[in-house]
């Protein structure tokens, strides 16, 4: 149980195209999902918290027009990076919570973005 | 305050041994620690996790130990195994926040 899928898994894309990564808890209802980026051989670096049906709550520094997180049903949210450049280059990486209360997340397989 | 602190960045141990991996907190609001396994190019996965209320938990070759005096908590890997090279992360996190706040991580290798 509590499987989190990431897609796509990796992804190049041309500067200032926008790119979507989907992340879906496979087997449970996550009441809420976070998104993470993770720069080579650092630590995970959180960018926002998401609620179902609530907008994004996003850490200090990270770019709200940039980084677009929609959380629409309870199995899916969605990072889309708009108008992408080569910093934003990164792994990207999702993690779901079921019920609130309840302190276990789980984290999808990452997607790799290049942005060329 | 909300930093966790992890130690060693790099362990290198033979196979049998034991990998120890430290990590120590100020924030004495956080009542969740968890260790996440993270290989290569892949997502963490939970690997086990505490609470203050006890001083140790195991499951299998894997053991949390829990200093709340001392605001440290560790993971000890049993009969390490190379299949157990990987980087690990600490964490924590409180009841009144949803983040997790990771450690710097700790990369394993585990030689045959």
């Known amino acids: 149980g509590a499987v989190v899928s990431q897609h796509p898994s990796r992804v190049i894309c041309k500067s200032g195209t926008s790119v979507k990564i989907e992340c879906r808890s496979l087997?449970?209802?996550?009441?809420?999902m976070f998104w993470y980026r993770q720069f080579p051989k650092k630590s995970l670096m959180l960018m926002a918290t998401?609620?179902?049906?609530?907008?994004?709550?996003?850490e200090q520094g990270v770019e709200k027009d940039k980084f677009l997180i929609n959380h629409a049903s309870l199995t899916l949210s969605t990072l889309t990076v708009t108008s992408a450049h080569p910093e934003d280059s990164s792994f990207y990486i999702c993690?779901?919570?079921?019920?609130?209360?309840?302190?276990?997340?789980?984290f999808g397989p990452g997607t790799r973005l290049t942005v060329t | 305050q909300q930093q966790v602190k992890q130690s060693p960045q790099s362990l290198i141990v033979q196979k049998g041994g034991i990998s120890i991996i430290n990590c120590a907190y100020e924030?004495?609001?956080?009542?969740?620690f968890p260790w996440y396994q993270q290989f290569p190019g892949k997502g963490p996965a939970l690997l086990i996790a505490?609470?203050?209320?006890?001083s140790e938990k195991k499951e299998g070759r894997f053991t949390i130990s829990f200093n709340k005096s001392a605001k440290q908590f560790s993971l000890h890997i049993m009969d390490s195994q190379p299949g157990d090279s990987a980087t690990y992360f600490c964490?924590?996190?409180?009841?009144?926040?949803?983040?997790?706040?990771f450690g710097t991580g700790t990369r394993l290798q585990v030689f045959p």
């Open positions: 505490i609470r203050p209320d006890v």
């Open positions: 998401s609620n179902e049906g609530s907008k994004a709550t996003y």
């Open positions: 087997d449970f209802q996550a009441t809420t």
């Open positions: 993690s779901a919570r079921g019920k609130a209360g309840l302190y276990e997340q789980y």
């Open positions: 924030n004495t609001a956080f009542d969740y």
């Open positions: 964490a924590a996190s409180t009841k009144n926040t949803d983040k997790l706040i």
